[in-house]
């Protein structure tokens, strides 16, 4: 009971409950501070991606922790207001067989520690993490976790980058790198907080210490502390011993590097540093390998003689990712100055040859100050056309192209899935909204369908959909009919050009004359189609009565006297190409059903001045790859022919803008595609190619594009496309650049308020979702406007090239001699005028036996197709008749003529 009664009173005493009280009131406040430093922050992750060729070496992140050192702040500030100093993550990671890096901020200094990124690494490509990579924790049965520490005094620096002959890096991402797809994952954490310089003053005395022969007690650091180590030596060391004004000891060789070295590092910024490894996988054996690995790798900066890392007891279990995955600093950590943060963490550069590294994709570039920008107001956003976003530096801003810059052309290259057709179908979106008039020549079909699905029911009576492969209902489009009889020459020359492409390997001179010919002859006939070509040069009674409306005094001469001194041999190796060519599309059922209509049911003309639309689906799937290129050869012929008939309209002013889409172009552009490039922007016809590689274009639509196109857009390409496109888009961009661009990632060189302006990087908008899918409402109206039935077609063409027989009649004497004789040589006029009554005679039975439509021919024709001239009207038969002879010698001949 005593000792139990003098324990109380011994507790009871003020000196015991002093120091108590001291070392509980520490230690509650040691565990608010640790509480306060697991607090969530608001934060984010950002993902670091540099180019592979970046050059930028560990001095650059030298100087970018320097900058960083920014973020202290003064501890009476902190005091006040009751915060705590910001700190910093700098991030490895394997996951996935892919090594990222990672830069964690707390967000209210985002902006700062991304602006002094770039500032030092001006090719990284900065973004915000879609998801916390530490999150996947649950997917893995095994976590093995350790941190690193220092294995002698702060004071004393690692091995820097200065010293190593290879990238230290390399051997921290190669340990990484042997993960590769087996699924386990390996992170690095190096913790930064930057503090006062008061932490140079502590080396100072650290190292006037070791020169004095009184070194300080590891683990006290040289803060307040250490007057307790100072303390405890004075009292420990015997009398006598003290300094009595003795010298002090000579240093050995290892402490005067250690005191040269502590000098250095004392002499640069420094930061509390904590570094923290994790492995997470299925097997504690693997973990243990691995992660032994990993310190391994960090052990590269050991000196023997100065500092180094050691791991701190490693254990398995979740608990300790909570602190990685917070990002938590609480302690004070251990001491490295920039240099030393230099030396293990930086970005890789060229010299960092480890697989696995996920490298920027592509370069980017910042856009024009004067870059078309949505601001929300319609009275700006009218004008635009949107359709990217800029993806600089983290720089997002909506733009587009001003409308009148449009109508230079755009110019669009990409390989398949780069993102081609989403663009396009992005400047056709704009285009309804804005209610614009427009045009889509889709040999796909999917860019027709999903166009479809946004227009508004307020345009649907706009819409004339084209779908050859709906053959229950084919629309009219007859590519040789005649709106504007001045364009009959540019019509002719079209349709050649069209099936010359069409047919290149086998075309010839002849094939080309004799066709030219035949299409001259059939443009004066009314309601002439495509499918009398074949009739043309197969049926004489045909051919007759075309001839009989031609009035080119040319093309007749070239049938009644060329054509006509052929024998059959000839003539049959003469045709047999052209009816072969002309034979390959007009025997199909689909073609046949729509060029062979007379009369074209939708009017381009009047859709252009009307700002309606037109969707041509030509799908190679259900139609044919070459019915699908020769049908849009003749649409993109027919744009264009309405387009320059526009020259009615005087003022250029009051053309109406029309956008024409054609994805694959190079299926449809013919040797006359330089022509509409270079010439449709003044009749307000405005272009918007698209094609996959270089090579598909011929030479002459090739310079073209590269010449007249105002607005190049670059998805990603192939390598050999790469070298020539890049020359379209210096200097910001290399070839290497257009190789690597991810899925809807482009490049482009635009022209702005009529300027060239230097190329930038950017990526596609996002289409947004339909508000109402009127496609069943489309076809059905065009249907319904635009189509007829296949049996009325079909019946209407079969009545065409097979009429009814008429009944045989006696067979009429036809004065061919008299015809052969006025056009092989001079013609005496009482000889035509003896010719006469019998041509008569033969008109007036051939008018009888096949009627000819109206308006009438302007010349009688003979059975075999041979017009016979009169002397009325013809220059040939004037000259002839035109006698300075006599009236005695012309009596002469006059009566010797009737003998």
């Known amino acids: ?73 003064d501890k009476r500030e902190l005091k006040l207001s009751g915060g705590r100093q910001e700190h910093i993550s700098f991030e490895i990671a394997s996951v996935n067989g892919q090594i990222r890096f990672y830069v964690w901020v707390p967000r209210t200094l985002q902006s700062f520690v991304e602006g002094q990124i770039y500032a030092q690494y001006p090719t990284v490509q900065i ?91 590891p683990g006290l650091g040289g803060g307040g502390l250490q007057w307790i180590g100072t303390l405890l030596e004075a009292l420990w060391k015997p009398p006598g011993q003290g300094s009595d004004g003795k010298k002090a000891p000579e240093l050995s060789e290892r402490d005067k590097t250690r005191v040269s070295e502590a000098e250095k590092k004392a002499t640069k910024l420094g930061y509390d540093v904590k570094i923290r490894l994790a ?91 004067k870059l078309p920008v949505l601001t929300g107001s319609d009275a700006n956003d009218d004008q635009i056309s949107a359709f990217g976003v800029t993806n600089f530096r983290g720089i997002n801003h909506q733009f587009g192209m ?24 992005l400047f056709a979106l704009s285009d309804i909204f804005h209610s614009q008039g427009y045009a889509i020549i889709d040999p796909h079909g999917d860019f027709a369908i999903n166009n479809m699905k946004f227009i508004p029911g307020s345009r649907l009576n706009d819409v004339v959909y084209f779908n050859p492969a709906d053959t229950a ?43 030219r010919y035949t299409i001259l002859a059939l443009l004066d006939r009314p309601e002439t189609t495509m499918l009398d070509i074949t009739r043309m040069l197969t049926d004489k009674n045909f051919r007759k009565e075309t001839l009989g409306y031609c009035r080119d005094t040319v093309v007749l001469q ?73 049908l849009g050869s003749f649409l993109v012929t027919k744009i264009q022919l309405a387009a320059m008939s526009r020259s009615d309209i005087p003022d250029i002013r009051d053309r109406r803008p029309f956008y024409l889409y054609v994805d694959e172009f190079q299926n449809f552009a013919t040797d006359s595609f330089a022509t509409i490039l270079s010439e449709a922007r003044k009749y307000g016809l405005n272009l918007t190619v698209a094609n996959q590689y270089i090579s598909q274009m011929n030479e002459t639509v090739r310079d073209a594009v590269f010449g007249n196109v105002g607005t190049m857009i670059s998805f990603r390409v192939s390598a050999d496309d790469a070298p020539i496109l890049a020359k379209q888009f210096e200097p910001n961009f290399e070839a290497v650049d257009l190789l690597q661009m991810h899925n809807r990632n482009f490049v482009i060189n635009m022209v702005i308020g009529g300027e060239k302006t230097p190329a930038f990087s950017a990526r596609t908008l996002e289409l947004p979702p339909s508000q109402a899918d009127n496609t069943p409402h489309i076809i059905e109206h065009s249907r319904r406007m635009y189509s007829r039935s296949r049996e009325d077609v079909e019946r209407e063409i079969a009545a065409v090239i097979m009429p009814p027989r008429p009944h045989k009649q006696p067979a009429q004497p036809r004065p061919q001699a008299v015809a052969a004789a006025a056009l092989a040589q001079p013609v005496q006029i009482n000889q035509i005028a003896a010719a006469q009554p019998t041509q008569e005679k033969a008109s007036a039975t051939t008018s009888a036996q096949h ?33 300075t002879a006599t009236p005695k010698k012309r009596r002469r001949r006059r009566k010797k003529s009737t003998t």
């Open 1 to 73: 009971m005593e000792i139990i009664s003098s324990m109380i009173s011994f507790l009871t005493q003020w000196y015991v409950w002093i120091p108590i009280t001291a070392v509980l009131s520490f230690l509650t406040w040691r565990n608010y501070q640790r509480a306060d430093e697991f607090e969530p922050t608001d934060s984010v992750l950002l993902v670091l991606e540099i180019p592979k060729a970046n050059d930028k070496k560990e001095l650059a992140a030298e100087q970018l922790f320097a900058s960083l050192h920014g973020i202290l702040r």
């Open 127 to 217: 973004h915000v993490a879609g998801e916390d990579y530490t999150e996947h924790e649950h997917e893995h049965s095994t976590v093995y976790t350790t941190e690193l520490t220092l294995t002698a005094p702060e004071f004393l620096p690692i091995r820097t980058f200065q010293t190593f002959e290879v990238d230290p890096l390399a051997g921290i991402t190669g340990t990484l790198a042997k993960l590769e797809l087996t699924g386990e994952e390996l992170w690095v954490q190096v913790l930064i907080r930057p503090i006062a310089d008061s932490w140079q003053q502590s080396a100072d005395r650290w190292i006037t210490g070791v020169k004095s022969g009184h070194k300080l007690i």
């Open 279 to 369: 492995y997470l996988g299925e097997d504690q054996t693997s973990a243990k390998l691995h992660m032994q690995a990993l310190v391994g790798a960090f052990k590269q900066f050991n000196s023997t003689n100065l500092n180094g890392f050691r791991a701190v007891k490693g254990a398995f279990g979740k608990e300790f990712l909570d602190k990685y995955r917070k990002r938590a600093f609480y302690g004070d950590g251990y001491i490295l100055n920039i240099e030393e943060l230099a030396s293990v963490f930086h970005l890789p550069h060229t010299n960092v040859e480890t697989p696995n590294i996920v490298w920027a994709s592509a370069k980017t570039a910042e856009p024009p100050s």
């Open 402 to 425: 001003l409308r009148y810059d449009r109508s230079r052309h755009v110019y669009i290259i990409g390989q398949t899935g780069a993102g081609k057709s989403g663009l396009l179908e």
């Open 473 to 515: 209902y084919p629309l009219g489009f007859n590519p040789l009919e005649v709106t504007n009889p001045n364009q009959k020459t540019n019509i002719s020359s079209e349709v050649i050009g069209v099936l010359k492409r069409m047919f290149g390997e086998s075309w010839g001179p002849r094939l080309e004359y004799i066709l």
């Open 558 to 630: 070239f049938w009644n006297v060329e054509f006509a001194s052929w024998n059959d041999k000839f003539v049959a190796e003469a045709v047999a190409p052209v009816l072969n060519k002309v034979g390959a599309f007009t025997a199909n059922p689909i073609i046949r059903n729509i060029i062979g209509q007379p009369k074209s049911t939708f009017n381009i003309r009047q859709i252009m001045d009307e700002g309606r639309i037109l969707i041509v689906n030509l799908s190679k799937g259900l139609i044919g790859e070459d019915n699908a290129a020769i």
């Open 851 to 883: 009627p000819a439509p109206q308006p009438q021919p302007v010349a009688p024709v003979t059975d075999s197709g041979e017009v016979i001239l009169q002397i009325r009207g013809n220059s040939a038969f004037e000259s002839a008749a035109t006698d």
